[in-house]
């Protein structure tokens, strides 16, 4: 019999695959229970913007056409809304698939990437599986970046510095201050990628004005989403915002017609629905405050997030996580390494009530 574990090398054959959440439907049919919810992904409970559907739906019968290869008509809109050269734009399905060409541009065998944990498992995923090793550094105590750690751990291999910032799971934040006394530090060919799939969602005063840095460091290049704030997780789209030269090496990597067109279509509508988007910040703001005064009711602790999902202390996430679906509730227990934990996404009013409401059910056993 074919060997595929051998075709495939060990970097292949060693990955534990990404595990997604349990579908909706699936539950409820396992569990014969109806209205469930899923608080598991960090998708916008708020919905699809109106402006997206519509627009979809008006070019349905182009679909038959190969999409923009380099999303000319939103990268046009995209640009001149962040006020940037369209050169300095590239788009893939998600931020994942910028994170891919990152690695497969700017890592060469020998080399590393480097992040630190927990944060994004995909960094490590994708590194491995192009051949490249993933350096992780643990976080501080309290789930903020030990940047005296990432230092220690910096050497000459090191091409790619991964920073989730807001960071999934933790919802924790880099300020100004740190990133930039980070850059200053790294030298010029090592680039930085900032992951700022949930930077819409921040209200931290001190976060970092990313366009002032991009203007400044050349090696620093910022990954961002239209799956968290824009409503548009189902449509696989995401950008990044570079040097020029940077963004011309990624696009000789990229496949031609990487992004499909109904995707590019969503969000450049999406773009013009601001009200959506401040509708969606307003939610979770205020989702936010109702979680955490209702964490502190039931004595849990929590992390303060920057994000829509929030890290909190159940005592023993995997048990909780479990009796929760049973209750037609979806979380994220994130494995061993955060076993007392769960994270949940901040969902509508609605969605909020019931989570709470369920997880004082189960945690009063």
Request: with cysteine; proline share 4%.
């Amino acid at each position: 019999m074919t060997d595929f574990e051998k075709l495939a090398g060990e970097n292949i054959s060693s990955l534990i695959p990404y595990k997604p959440g349990k579908p909706l439907k699936e539950l409820e049919r396992e569990l014969g229970i109806s209205e469930a919810i899923k608080l598991a992904s960090n998708e916008n409970m708020m919905g699809v913007p109106e402006k997206a559907k519509q627009a979809v739906k008006e070019h349905l019968d182009e679909m038959n056409f190969y999409p923009l290869g380099d999303a000319f008509y939103l990268k046009k809109k995209l640009a001149r809304m962040l006020n940037v050269s369209p050169d300095r734009l590239i788009f893939g399905t998600g931020s994942n698939e910028i994170i891919e060409l990152l690695i497969r541009t700017f890592a060469k065998e020998g080399e590393s990437v480097l992040s630190y944990f927990p944060s994004f498992s995909v960094y490590g995923i994708i590194a491995k599986a192009a051949g490249i090793e993933c350096k992780w550094v643990p976080v501080k105590d309290d789930f903020y970046v030990d940047f005296d750690k990432i230092k220690e751990a910096m050497d000459e291999s090191v091409r790619i510095v991964f920073l989730a910032n807001p960071n999934n799971p933790t919802g924790t934040y880099i300020s100004a201050e740190q990133l930039e006394d980070f850059i200053e530090y790294v030298d010029e060919n090592t680039l930085i990628a900032l992951d700022e799939a949930y930077v819409e969602y921040v209200d931290a005063p001190d976060f970092p004005n990313t366009f002032k840095l991009l203007e400044k460091y050349p090696n620093l290049i910022s990954m961002r989403t239209f799956s968290k704030a824009y409503g548009l997780a189902g449509f696989r789209i995401g950008y990044a915002i570079g040097h020029e030269k940077c963004i011309d090496m990624l696009n000789r990597v990229r496949q031609p017609f990487n992004v499909n067109m109904v995707a590019q279509i969503a969000a450049e509508a999406a773009l013009d629905d601001k009200d959506f988007l401040r509708s969606s910040i307003k939610n979770n703001r205020e989702g936010k405050r109702y979680l955490y005064k209702e964490f502190e009711r039931l004595g849990l602790k929590y992390v303060e997030t920057q994000s829509n999902f929030i890290l909190v202390n159940v005592g023993d996430g995997e048990e909780v996580f479990n009796k929760l679906l049973t209750e037609g509730v979806i979380v994220r227990f994130l494995g061993q390494a955060l076993k007392e934990y769960v994270r949940v996404t901040i969902g509508t009013p609605e969605q909020n009530k019931i989570f709470i409401d369920k997880l004082s059910k189960v945690l009063e056993g």
